[in-house]
């Protein structure tokens, strides 16, 4: 029977690149192409498929916050992530919320074939710079970078609270809270507020 996949990209031109490469294959079978996160889980859901083939930067939401989502269905597909960033927070992020591989589209066509067919096979395909990524030893928990004000303030935004809302929950200005948020993003090393909450809440803060 042929592994069944989702493809998940928002450049529709990266989409149909890469279904119609691994269409030529008859173990593999595209069965859905979809390009937010929403999407992704409802096409799994649909179709039950056993890999789904998640890019990272997506324009509606990012796609770390699939991972969770994905893994959550049941039965839950094999998630690969095949991203352009291999950026030390996203591999171990995405590894830690349960993704089963990672390759970056510079792998090329082969590559990212036999990731879909180890995927599906319950291997763990990982790009050789992934692998020198975790070879090296892990910084320092960035969460003790904060000051405490500064780790409320992160606890808050995983709750998906405004600027106004956390000052009114912290008793301070909208100005102060601004100053933390832009203090939390530098010190965790991350791009903005959607990836600071989900950082929180990977961490359960």
Do not use: C, W
């Not at 020198?132 to 409320?152: C, G, H, I, K, S």
């Amino acid at each position: 029977m042929a592994v069944s996949v989702v493809i998940v990209d928002d450049h529709p031109v990266v989409r149909e690149g890469l279904a119609g490469f691994l269409g030529l294959y008859d173990d593999v079978a595209v069965v859905a192409q979809v390009a937010t996160v929403d999407d992704a889980v409802a096409a799994s859901r649909a179709h039950v498929p056993d890999v789904v083939v998640l890019d990272l930067e997506l324009r509606e939401g990012h796609g770390l916050a699939a991972l969770p989502r994905l893994r959550a269905l049941d039965p839950a597909p094999a998630v690969l992530v095949l991203t352009s960033f291999l950026d030390e927070d996203y591999v171990r992020q995405a590894l830690r919320l349960g993704a089963n591989g990672y390759l970056v589209k510079s792998a090329g066509p082969d590559a990212i074939l036999a990731g879909v067919r180890e995927a599906a096979a319950g291997g763990r395909p990982l790009d050789p710079g992934v692998v020198d990524v975790l070879a090296a030893p892990a910084d320092p928990d960035p969460l003790d970078r904060l000051t405490p004000r500064e780790t409320e303030v992160l606890r808050l935004l995983g709750k998906g609270l405004s600027n106004r809302a956390i000052a009114a929950e912290l008793v301070v200005t909208e100005k102060t809270v601004k100053t933390h948020v832009g203090a939390v993003l530098a010190k965790l090393g991350v791009d903005g507020r959607t990836q600071a909450a989900l950082y929180a809440q990977e961490r359960s803060l």
